[in-house]
Structure formats: structure tokens, C-alpha cells
């Protein structure tokens, strides 16, 4: 994780004597991970059908 945070160039770990909390950047990171994640695992969209033509007549 470490490598990563040097690669990244900021801490996504605050880490104390009690433990290791996520920063606030880490929180983002996390929340961006889940949203990315969710959305690769839904399928494809389907192809939109095109819409039924509908007829009409103006006037009399």
C-alpha cells in the first residue's frame, strides 16, 4: 500500500499508534473504486428501438 501511496504521490492511510483510518482522499479513492466496480459488473445496455411511427393527417 505504501508503493502505492508513493506511486500516487499522497497518503491514502492515516496511520496512528490505535491504527490505520482512510484519509480523506483514501474515502474518495474507495467511493470511486465502488461506483467503478458496480458499473463493470452491470451488462451491456440494450440498443435502443426506434420509436413507432405514428400517422397523422392535417387539416380536413
Known amino acids: 500500500m505504501r508503493d502505492l501511496e508513493a506511486e500516487l504521490?499522497?497518503?491514502r492511510m492515516t496511520r496512528s499508534a490505535r491504527g490505520i483510518e482512510l484519509a480523506v482522499v483514501g474515502r474518495r479513492f474507495l467511493d470511486h473504486a465502488r461506483v467503478t466496480s458496480c458499473f463493470r459488473s452491470m451488462p451491456p445496455p440494450r440498443p435502443l428501438a426506434a420509436p413507432p411511427r405514428t400517422a397523422f393527417?392535417?387539416?380536413?
Open 9 to 11: 504521490g499522497c497518503s
Open 57 to 60: 393527417a392535417l387539416g380536413s
